[in-house]
């Protein structure tokens, strides 16, 4: 994931920092939203990624271990923390992108833990590109939001949240969710993108992110 490879101070600007305007929105969401400390290797996920901290993609890696979002059930990818283990760029290098790539198709910045994943469009959906696609686990495609990087975060702390979950939601979904820790979703069984009764018929239980995203990615 290298462009160039501008060094930690070409790409850290006070100054002009997205960091207060992710602050602003935080602020002002209409869930509960924590922000992690970031990982003492915040500087090298920065440089991993070539992102400046003017974006708030940058800003989020430099700033952040990564963002849970309603009680867990988003999580926002930054440099890594204790309940957020894996970093933005390990999880991405560990999804398949090679480290090597100047221009990644795709960058994987937060998923929920019913095995949706958001990613960062860089040409693999779309010519145009710089638009968030959401791979749903009840259908296995991956459809665009038509939401930047900023509109999607905004959207994760202020819009409609519930109405987009709705139909994965169950009575007493908070306390189960956050039982898991930042590595780990829930696999529900049948599987969502089968037909079956409702999740809150489904069996559940806890497994690494990694084996919901092998999944729902095989079954393209």
């Known amino acids: 994931m290298s462009y160039g490879r501008?060094?930690?101070?070409?790409?850290?600007n006070?100054?002009?920092?997205?960091?207060p305007l992710v602050q602003d929105w935080v602020s002002g969401a209409r869930r509960d939203v924590e922000l992690l400390e970031p990982s003492g290797?915040?500087?090298?996920?920065?440089?991993?990624?070539q992102v400046t901290t003017r974006s708030p993609l940058g800003a989020v890696v430099f700033h952040t271990g990564?963002?849970?979002?309603?009680?867990?059930?988003?999580?926002?990818?930054g440099s890594g923390n204790e309940r957020l283990p894996c970093a933005l760029p390990q999880w991405n290098f560990a999804c398949g992108l090679d480290a090597s790539e100047s221009a990644p198709p795709w960058l994987l910045v937060a998923d929920d833990v019913v095995g949706g994943f958001f990613a960062l469009d860089g040409g693999r959906f779309s010519s145009e590109g710089h638009t968030i696609?959401?791979?749903?686990?009840?259908?296995?495609?991956?459809?665009?939001?038509?939401?930047?990087?900023?509109?999607?975060?905004?959207?994760?702390?202020?819009?409609?949240?519930d109405g987009f979950y709705e139909p994965q939601r169950w009575q007493g979904w908070e306390a189960e969710v956050a039982d898991l820790d930042g590595?780990?979703?829930?696999s529900v069984s049948p599987p969502l993108f089968t037909k079956g009764p409702p999740i809150k018929e489904r069996s559940r239980r806890s497994v690494p992110i990694q084996e919901l995203f092998a999944l729902h990615v095989g079954t393209l």
């Open 6 to 12: 501008r060094q930690l101070d070409e790409l850290v």
């Open 14 to 19: 006070d100054d002009d920092s997205a960091w």
């Open 41 to 49: 290797s915040a500087g090298e996920c920065l440089v991993s990624i």
């Open 66 to 77: 990564g963002i849970l979002v309603d009680h867990g059930w988003l999580r926002v990818l």
């Open 133 to 161: 696609w959401y791979l749903a686990p009840d259908t296995v495609e991956w459809e665009d939001l038509e939401l930047g990087y900023s509109d999607f975060l905004s959207w994760c702390f202020r819009g409609d949240v």
């Open 183 to 186: 590595n780990q979703g829930l």
